[in-house]
């Protein structure tokens, strides 16, 4: 078990342009989350899969942000356009999805976003 | 809407000092209960949870108790240690599986 690994640790871009995130999540769990984070405040929730199908992606802030999982195994979170308001910590997390409403999240470090 | 309020911070208590970081919450139903901390420089990790009315979570010391009466779920810990300087997350997950919802965060430094 080697955690969740979110790449890359740090982006720092100008506004305008687009940038990917990855997220590969522990081996076998099912379900992968995208949380955003900003300064003093707790993650807020964006999206999330269950294996490569995209359950919930209201929460998304704009048109503007997508996430896919195509295989069911890493995730990618793209922001396109970035604005400044988009700086922030993006943060991963996986389960196995059995657990039901009680199940334990595993987080990643994140990435940190800047938008100059 | 699901929510949590916890306290402000940052906390700043003496090593051995007894800690308290309220929390509360609304919900619809009966929702799943936790807390998460964030050391420096690290991701997010389960600390405790209690998944119904009076159920009681404990780990590495620190304790909560679902209070379904005052919608409660405040953490404690008898003698705080530095190494638990750290930023403590409460969090629900609603009934219907639903993501996580956390509140803001609680900044404890703790110094010998």
């Known amino acids: 078990d080697t955690g969740v690994s979110q790449d890359p640790r740090h982006k720092i871009t100008k506004r305008g342009q687009n940038v990917t995130f990855r997220c590969d999540p522990i081996s076998e769990h099912n379900r992968l989350y995208w949380y955003r984070q900003t300064l003093g405040q707790g993650p807020e929730f964006l999206t999330y899969?269950?294996?490569?199908?995209?359950?919930?992606k209201s929460r998304l802030l704009s048109d503007r942000f997508s996430a896919e999982r195509p295989k069911g195994s890493f995730s990618t979170l793209e922001i396109q356009r970035t604005e400044q308001g988009d700086s922030a910590m993006y943060l991963c997390?996986?389960?196995?999805?059995?657990?039901?409403?009680?199940?334990?999240?595993?987080f990643g470090s994140g990435t940190q976003l800047s938008v100059l | 809407g699901n929510s949590v309020t916890q306290m402000e911070g940052p906390v700043t208590l003496s090593e051995e000092a007894f800690l308290t970081i309220n929390c509360t919450y609304t919900a619809t139903g009966y929702p799943s209960l936790f807390w998460y901390v964030q050391y420096p420089g690290e991701g997010l990790q389960l600390l405790l949870k209690a998944t119904k009315a009076d159920d009681k979570g404990s780990n590495k010391g620190f304790e909560a108790t679902y209070r379904k009466e005052t919608t409660s779920f405040h953490l404690e810990k008898g003698s705080v240690q530095v190494s638990d300087s750290a930023v403590y997350f409460c969090a629900l997950t609603p009934p219907g599986n639903t993501p996580l919802v956390f509140g803001k965060g609680t900044r404890l430094s703790v110094i010998a």
């Open positions: 899969f269950q294996n490569e199908a995209q359950l919930e």
């Open positions: 997390a996986s389960s196995t999805g059995t657990g039901g409403s009680y199940e334990k999240l595993f």
